[in-house]
């Protein structure tokens, strides 16, 4: 019996749960709310495989084996012309959360979104 997978925590949930190709066509690649964040943790964000694994709760192997799915689904889906949808998971939203992570009481990573925010910086 496999083990239970752990919730990873997300900051950020998209609006557009659906891109479609110019052509019509009805394949699609279906990412999840993980896949995505780590997408945009490492890719839009430029964080290094630590601290974006450290901000999802995971491993650095477990957020790399998540990247690099995210990544192959995503190049399918550009190069067959896929539709992308964006849907399900298991994930918690971090939004709730004051600080995205915290060392000594003050945020670890100046550069995240909710560094200004944290009364512990200010």
Known sequence: MPRPRKCRLVGFVPDNPCFHPQLHNRDEVVLNIEEIEAIRLSDYLGM?????ADSMNVSRGTFQRIINTARRKIADALIHGKIIRIEG??????????????????C???????FDECEENK
């Open 108 to 114: 670890k990573r100046k550069g995240c979104e909710k």
């Open 89 to 106: 998971g298991n994930y918690q939203l971090s939004a709730d959360k004051p600080c995205c992570r915290r060392i000594n009481g003050g």
């Open 48 to 52: 290094e495989q630590d601290s974006a």
